[in-house]
């Protein structure tokens, strides 16, 4: 899905001589682990091949000037380095503008302004962290056309501070996390309070994981994302009039069923059955892993998606229908809404001789109820986010 041509591409937008570098950062699934980043918890995601590219340049004055082939109506959006503040008529650039910043706040030398052009092959509103992609690219564009001395983490959490106070959605750090850090036949089973992390290799047998774009557009921002994390936080209040935690990701199941009764708000205490259960799956998922238990696996997953429905309530009948349709096909392993939820996309393992048919049966299905077509692509897991060299598009 690349296009080779970016570099003429940047040459003619920019009215260039010189040939850019080129940067890419993936996008990201997330096997197991949902809405437990912000609650301390445990997730469990990969990088995938589909992500952004950009192609950058340095140049002679302070002008920044960035171009998105995904959005070419929109057409070349500027604003100078010392001016760097939100603004809403740029749109998608305010990520890369965001990224920008908080490199130069946090004590970084970028001296001079660049053109940018980008190119996603992530479909876009599919959940699939197409923002995450954005700022961790920039991240490495800047760390390589300045020769910044950064730690990856440290550009992880600058990222997750652009979603955070720059663009105004309360999300935790998998996405960044996933994508700065992935690799490339593995996912990462990473603790989100104290970032302490580990790589798990990925291996299907005769199973590939299929990805579902429910092509129901979702913004994160305008969702209620951020709703969610506000009664987790209220839960997690009420249980520490008893309880010396610091996330609803501390505590096992036992705990929570004793202390359930503190949480004065039913819905909350939905909420936070979820996050709590969700972790602890997560945990055990990466156990029936390295077991090479995959079918364990798969009811873990099958798991996941009731609790983000019955107890979390963030799928929706397009992810719903998807998930039922896969649940009932032969050769599925396991399947489960991917992402924030509200649209998006899922995932399902399945057997490798039976992908044809479940596409085809998946489809009519949604088709039949829905209205419209789902997507598929089989998920490869790849490298984070990195500079590439020539001839790797």
Same mark, same amino acid.
């Given at each position: 899905m690349t296009n080779p041509d970016l570099p003429n591409k940047f040459r003619s937008i920019f009215d260039s001589t010189e040939t850019p570098r080129t940067f890419f950062a993936p996008g990201r699934?997330?096997?197991?682990?949902?809405?437990?980043?912000?609650?301390?918890?445990?997730?469990?995601?990969?990088?995938?091949?589909?992500?952004?590219?950009?192609?950058?340049?340095?140049?002679?004055?302070q002008k920044l000037r960035f171009y998105s082939l995904n959005f070419p109506s929109i057409g070349t959006i500027e604003c100078d380095l010392a001016d760097l503040d939100y603004n809403e008529a740029h749109d998608w650039a305010n990520f890369p503008k965001g990224m920008i910043h908080y490199m130069k706040e946090s004590g970084l030398q970028i001296t001079t302004g660049m053109d940018i052009l980008f190119y996603g092959d992530i479909p876009t509103g599919a959940g699939l962290s197409s923002s995450a992609s954005i700022e961790m690219v920039t991240g490495v564009l800047l760390e390589g056309l300045f020769d910044l001395n950064i730690d990856r983490v440290k550009m992880i959490q600058l990222g997750q501070k652009v979603e955070n106070d720059y663009i105004g959605v309360n999300s935790g750090i998998m996405d960044q996390f996933a994508i700065g850090k992935g690799k490339k036949g593995h996912a990462i089973l990473l603790n989100c309070q104290t970032l302490a992390y580990n790589y798990a290799p990925i291996e299907l047998a005769d199973h590939v994981i299929i990805i579902i774009n429910t092509n129901k557009q979702r913004t994160l921002a305008g969702s209620k994302y951020n709703e969610r994390r506000v009664q987790c936080e209220q839960a997690l209040t009420n249980l520490q009039t008893d309880l010396q935690i610091k996330g609803l990701g501390d505590l096992t199941k036992e705990q929570f069923e004793q202390h359930k009764h503190l949480i004065t708000d039913e819905t909350n205490q939905k909420r936070a059955k979820h996050a709590v259960y969700e972790n602890l799956r997560t945990v055990e998922a990466l156990q029936q892993l390295q077991q090479g238990n995959l079918e364990a696996f798969g009811q873990l997953m099958n798991e996941s998606h009731k609790s983000l429905q019955l107890d979390y309530e963030v799928t929706g009948?397009?992810?719903?229908?998807?998930?039922?349709?896969?649940?009932?096909?032969?050769?599925?392993? %396991? +399947? =489960?809404?991917?992402?924030?939820?509200?649209?998006?996309c899922a995932i399902a393992i399945v057997e490798i001789d039976k992908v044809d048919s479940f596409k085809?049966?998946?489809?009519?299905?949604?088709?039949?109820?829905?209205?419209?077509?789902?997507?598929?692509?089989?998920?490869?897991?790849?490298? %984070? +986010? =990195?500079?590439?060299?020539?001839g790797v598009y």
């Open positions: 699934i997330n096997l197991i682990g949902e809405h437990t980043d912000y609650n301390g918890g445990h997730v469990f995601p990969a990088s995938i091949s589909f992500g952004t590219y950009a192609l950058a340049q340095k140049r002679n004055d009948i397009e992810l719903d229908t998807i998930i039922q349709a896969a649940w009932d096909q032969p050769g599925v392993v %396991g +399947a =489960r809404m991917t992402g924030a939820g509200f649209g998006g085809n049966n998946v489809n009519k299905i949604y088709r039949g109820k829905i209205g419209y077509e789902a997507s598929f692509y089989t998920a490869a897991i790849g490298d %984070g +986010a =990195r500079e590439l060299t020539e």
